[in-house]
């Protein structure tokens, strides 16, 4: 029995399980895919964001283009442009999800990957999970990180 089971790999499961390890709980997440994998996304990060990450992960390596400001068009036609006093840049977004997922592994946190959780019970003490090798896995809470095209939120 876990502590907590986290399921979902992406940015918002892989931190929860890193700082529920970091502070000595007994942590479990599950993925569905096996990472690297690949995900559909700008990979854009503000530089207040960078800031908070780089306590974690180091984004030297996974850095893309730098973004020092936006243009803004309607329509084709160019409206205006914002500078940015600090620059924020865009990451690779399966390395970095990669990373943070090994970051949350070196913590302690128990991860299993490829394992796609298909079903999940409250009971009144514990939470159990299913999987889908047919085990079941309990804990105390859960953090459902699926992101948008989850939909285990339905079971809960
Ligand atoms: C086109 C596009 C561009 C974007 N550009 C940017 C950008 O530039 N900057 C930015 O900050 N954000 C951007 N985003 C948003 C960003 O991708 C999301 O906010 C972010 O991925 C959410 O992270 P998450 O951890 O909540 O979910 P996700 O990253 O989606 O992770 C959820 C994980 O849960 C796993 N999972 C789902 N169901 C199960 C299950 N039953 N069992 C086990 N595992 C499961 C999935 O495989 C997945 O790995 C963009 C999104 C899109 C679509």
Do not use: W
């Amino acid at each position: 029995m876990y502590d907590f089971i986290v399921i979902g790999g992406g940015p918002s499961g892989c931190l929860t399980a890193y700082l529920l390890a970091q502070s000595g709980f007994h942590v479990a997440l599950f993925e569905r895919k096996k990472f690297p994998r690949k995900k559909l996304c700008g990979g854009g990060v503000s530089y207040k964001a960078s800031k908070l990450i780089e306590k974690i992960v180091d984004l030297s390596n996974l850095k893309g283009r730098v973004i020092e400001g936006s243009y803004l068009s309607y329509k084709n036609r160019h409206l205006t442009y914002v500078g940015q006093d600090k620059a924020s840049y865009s990451i690779h977004r399966s390395e970095f999800d990669n990373e943070l997922l090994s970051k949350a592994k070196m913590m302690g946190c128990e991860v299993h990957m490829p394992s796609k959780v298909f079903e999940i019970e409250e009971r009144s003490k514990e939470i159990c999970v299913k999987l889908n090798n047919g085990s079941i896995k309990k804990s105390g809470f859960l953090i459902l990180a699926e992101g948008i095209t989850g939909n285990l939120y339905r079971h809960i």
